[in-house]
């Protein structure tokens, strides 16, 4: 025993777990070794398989290795039996996007999304699928949702810009200028120095004969790259275009000294000269005034004239320029600070302006320099604030609430820079000092709401949804955000089992609005997990009164049927459903579902015909689904249909080649036929093909069964110790078996010799094992030996054996044994057997009739006694290859010939027997075994003897 454990526990340790094998499968798909990872989730799913994680990972990869159908039959079996795992949505939409299923990789998002609002990569996902149809205005609409919702994102953001650079790019290949300019300038807003924004916007507005835009996007570009050769020449271009030769020679006047060996540039500068020439023909005022300000630095009518010609012509850098030449005699010039004021604000460069608005304030702090430098001011921080440069946004807005603490709209962008900092604390404190002036203001209430939402803090913020709802119970986005942060916070309720808290919300949304489908799918989706199918029936009946032409609430009545286990009635439902629309994926997934729950539930009530329709039904909608065809293979096996049974798995095999399952099925349905040469040939390729040590162990099994004849040598050696003063006796028996399997049953032929203190000899045999029904088997045996002295001169044996229904097995017999002078011994034999676990136990009592020759009195003698033998094995192993076993009997039995031969020598006194022994069978074709025995044996009033066996077997099949 103690040998066997660690050879037990080494063949235990070839057994993969479903866990190692997911872990491989994954880095196999890594690898994008596909077929392997298959390979291996398939071993995975045999193990668990009810493990959705395998059944996840294995409908991935189906999808990467190309196999569709498959992967979408994995993914969509994860979803019925989990509709919130979320990495199948993902992989659905993926793998239907990449196969051109535009509209079905969009159903499915549209599936996610209700189980999970807001997802970030469903919404992506979702935009990136209306790119793809051409669907610009709902792909625009879900761009602006996600850019709002998601704006403190980079990724988000990134997107975001590249979307409209690709909008802006299809209308302006169309024709549509604004339209596409508009694009381009959201992108402007939020990157003011897009290269690619600037570059096509400066394109578009010379296609128009824009110029004054044009040459404003140039001075952006150029702000950030002042000596860009690109943007100086196209800025040349447009200003020769508006007859602005005086800038244009300025610029062509840089572009020489930073590329003075250019020969473009060279030739610029003598064609824009030579066309300013012909224009002014000298008479250009900005020259003359230019001229007077040289001599003359102070004349302050000169600077004006030259301030107002700059603007005229739309350089309001050159009026900067003039401004600040001025500034530089009189710094506190109020009419020159006011120009530059202006400027400035034209340029927006808006943080400079509000420096100069405040300073304006200061020294005259009236009503209209406090709202101008307000204004500026806040322009400043949401300047900043596109720029992504926070903190300079934050103390540009604190300036401003320092001065007007009710300023509603620095108030606004400062909650929006906390929240997307995540400073919740600091949003919320901002919230309530506004409050404090305007506290029934809904703004700043439904701020204080989103705020709490994405603090986490769902039940407050729903309080506030529900207090502006009431106030304003037309407004549907008031509702949207309670529902969403009701069942937010229902959901963290539900960590502690509070399930009353979410549904009384639910309920009151519906009190307020009974026809509201979001809040209807909620509640009917929660009544449904708590088990509260009543409940969730009468909202599924409450929102088709109100949308009675809606097929998602029919389909989901059906769920909720089958939920409660009332399958006939789901399907019902469901089956117009499908029959209407026979291509729409879940309707087909639950009405077959739906089949296979009452199969299921008739299997239970042991209705096997009734199952079996269902499982046809479920199978007539789905040919190629592996579920349907398990079930009706599994029944159809059950019930004995083998040869449709034999049908079904070669289409399954047709389908499914790399499917186990069914080479598997086959296999067994063609042993249980008898037909084992081909069920060996089957097992052997399931075997080849998976390496499985299951697999493996069924095919050797197989063919052994297969196989007709058996060879087998036993021996016996006995030693007898009568007393301490006498030498001890050994009798020993070998055997020669040969054994043929017959259709019903096997049949031995035996050659047994025996050495014998009381001489040697040789005892022939025959016996049978056959098999009358599945309950009811024979046991016949016939012996004949010349020496009876050796053996018994003839030995008879039947026993009939019935199975009863409880795993109960009876035995009734006789036997008849012919023995030394003429006596004999019969005996009835009633024997009992149960399987209780890994046990078999089996207790036999033979009813002794002995009639033998009284040497000493030299009468004839009859006697009878009791006798029995309780044997124990316990298998070792699920197909019984290994056993140990224990004997303990008590007075001599007819079926042991190590003691029957002097049976009645001995008839009258007591005997107690013990015994183990271990068996194994190898490949189910060799079978080694040993057995230890030990009688003891009371010869006469006051003698006992003790007799040790050991007893030895080897079979071997051919």
Request: proline share 3%; aromatic share 14%; with cysteine.
């Amino acid at each position: 025993m103690f040998v066997g454990l660690p050879v037990q526990a080494q063949w235990l340790k070839m057994i993969e777990s479903s866990d190692n094998l997911y872990n491989e499968a994954k880095k196999e798909i890594e690898l994008k070794h596909y077929q392997k990872a298959i390979v291996m989730c398939n071993k995975a799913i045999d193990i668990s398989p009810k493990n959705l994680d395998i059944h996840l990972l294995l409908g991935h990869a189906y999808s990467l290795a190309g196999k569709i159908d498959s992967a979408r039959a994995e993914l969509n079996y994860v979803l019925n039996k989990n509709p919130r795992y979320r990495d199948a949505y993902i992989y659905l939409v993926n793998m239907e996007d990449l196969a051109c299923n535009y509209l079905q990789a969009l159903e499915y998002a549209d599936m996610g999304l209700k189980y999970f609002p807001n997802d970030r990569d469903l919404l992506l996902k979702k935009l990136n699928i209306y790119v793809k149809m051409g669907d610009w205005m709902e792909s625009n609409r879900l761009a602006d949702y996600l850019f709002d919702r998601f704006s403190a994102d980079p990724f988000i953001r990134s997107v975001y810009l590249d979307y409209k650079l690709a909008v802006a790019r299809q209308y302006s290949h169309r024709g549509y200028i604004e339209i596409a300019k508009r694009a381009y300038e959201a992108v402007l807003e939020q990157d003011p120095l897009n290269k690619e924004a600037l570059t096509a916007i400066f394109g578009l507005d010379l296609r128009s004969g824009n110029y004054e835009s044009s040459l404003q996007f140039t001075n952006r570009a150029l702000q950030s790259t002042p000596n860009s050769y690109e943007y100086l020449m196209k800025k040349v271009g447009i200003l020769e275009a508006m007859s602005r030769y005086v800038e244009a020679i300025e610029v062509v006047e840089k572009l020489i000294k930073l590329y003075p060996t250019n020969a473009d540039v060279q030739r610029l500068n003598t064609y824009i000269r030579m066309a300013a020439g012909k224009f002014y023909m000298n008479t250009d005022p900005y020259l003359l005034f230019a001229a007077v300000l040289d001599r003359e630095p102070s004349n302050r009518d000169a600077l004006n004239y030259m301030i107002n010609i700059c603007f005229s012509r739309g350089n309001e850098l050159l009026a900067l320029q003039w401004v600040n030449f001025g500034l530089r005699s009189s710094p506190n010039d109020f009419e020159l600070l006011k120009r530059k004021l202006g400027i400035l604000e034209e340029l927006k460069r808006y943080g400079a302006a509000s420096v100069i608005a405040e300073a304006m304030f200061r020294d005259n702090p009236n009503e209209f320099n406090k709202t101008n430098f307000l204004e500026l001011r806040t322009l400043a921080a949401k300047q900043y604030m596109n720029e992504m440069e926070y903190d300079s946004a934050i103390v540009a807005l604190r300036s401003v609430l320092f001065y007007d603490r009710a300023n509603i709209a620095a108030t606004n962008y400062l909650i929006n820079i906390y929240t997307i900092q995540k400073r919740y604390d600091d949003a919320l404190r901002t919230i309530d000092e506004a409050l404090a002036s305007y506290p029934d203001d809904e703004h700043l209430l439904f701020k204080k709401a989103v705020v709490l939402d994405g603090y986490q803090r769902y039940a407050d913020a729903a309080a506030i949804s529900k207090q502006l709802l009431e106030a304003h119970p037309e407004n549907r986005q008031y509702l949207a955000s309670l529902i969403e942060q009701s069942l937010a916070a229902g959901r963290q309720a539900m960590q502690y089992d509070d399930y009353y808290n979410t549904l009384k919300v639910l309920r009151d949304v519906l009190d307020k609005q009974p026809d509201n489908i979001d809040a209807l799918n909620y509640i009917i989706n929660v009544e449904s997990a708590i088990k509260d199918y009543d409940s969730a029936l009468y909202y599924v009946d409450q929102g088709l009164r109100y949308y009675p032409d809606s097929k998602d609430l029919l389909f989901r009545k059906s769920l909720v049927y089958a939920d409660a286990k009332q399958y006939k009635t789901a399907y019902e439902i469901s089956g117009p459903l499908y029959k209407a629309y026979p291509y729409n994926i879940r309707y087909r997934a639950a009405y077959m579902e739906q089949h296979l729950g009452a199969g299921r539930e008739y299997l239970e009530k042991s209705n096997k015909d009734s199952a079996l329709v269902e499982f046809y039904e479920a199978l007539s909608v789905a040919p190629k689904d592996t579920i349907p065809l398990y079930h009706t293979i599994n029944l159809q096996i059950d019930m004995k249909q083998y040869d449709t049974a034999i049908a079904l798995l070669n289409r399954g095999r047709a389908f499914f080649p790399q499917n186990y399952f069914f080479l598997h099925r086959k296999a067994e349905v063609l042993e249980a036929q008898g037909k084992y040469e081909e069920a060996w040939r089957t097992a052997d390729t399931l075997a080849k093909m998976s390496q499985r040590p299951g697999y493996v162990d069924y095919a050797a099994l197989l063919y052994a069964r297969r196989l007709k004849n058996e060879i087998g040598l036993f021996y016996l050696h006995s030693k007898i110790i009568q007393a301490a003063t006498l030498p001890p006796i050994i009798n020993s028996i070998a055997t020669v078996q040969y054994g043929r399997y017959i259709k019903k049953g096997v049949v031995y032929l035996r050659m047994n010799y025996a050495g014998r203190l009381t001489g040697t000899g040789y005892q022939f045999e025959g016996e049978t094992y056959y098999n009358h029904s599945k309950k009811f088997f024979s046991h016949l045996a016939i012996a004949y030996s010349p020496t009876s002295l050796v053996f018994p001169g003839l030995r008879l044996a039947y026993s009939g054996n019935i199975a009863l229904s409880n795993g109960y097995t009876v035995e009734l017999g006789a036997r008849y044994l012919q023995l030394q002078n003429n006596s004999t011994s019969t005996s009835p034999v009633v024997g009992l057997s149960k399987e209780v676990g890994d046990f078999l136990l089996n207790m036999r009592v033979f009813y002794m009739q002995i009639n033998y020759n009284d040497t000493n009195t030299n009468t004839t003698i009859n006697d009878s006694y009791l006798s029995g033998i309780f044997t124990a094995r316990y298998y070792l192993r699920d197909n019984r290859s290994e056993n140990f076993s224990f004997i303990a009997g008590y007075g001599n039995v007819p079926d042991d010939f190590s003691t029957n031969y002097f049976l009645t020598g001995f008839a009258k006194y007591q005997t107690v027997t013990c015994g183990v022994g271990y068996r194994r069978q190898f490949h189910y074709r060799t079978t080694f075994g040993v057995n230890a025995s030990w009688y003891n044996m009371k010869t006469n009033e006051t003698s006992f003897r003790n007799q040790y066996d050991i007893y030895l077997t080897l079979l071997r099949k051919f």
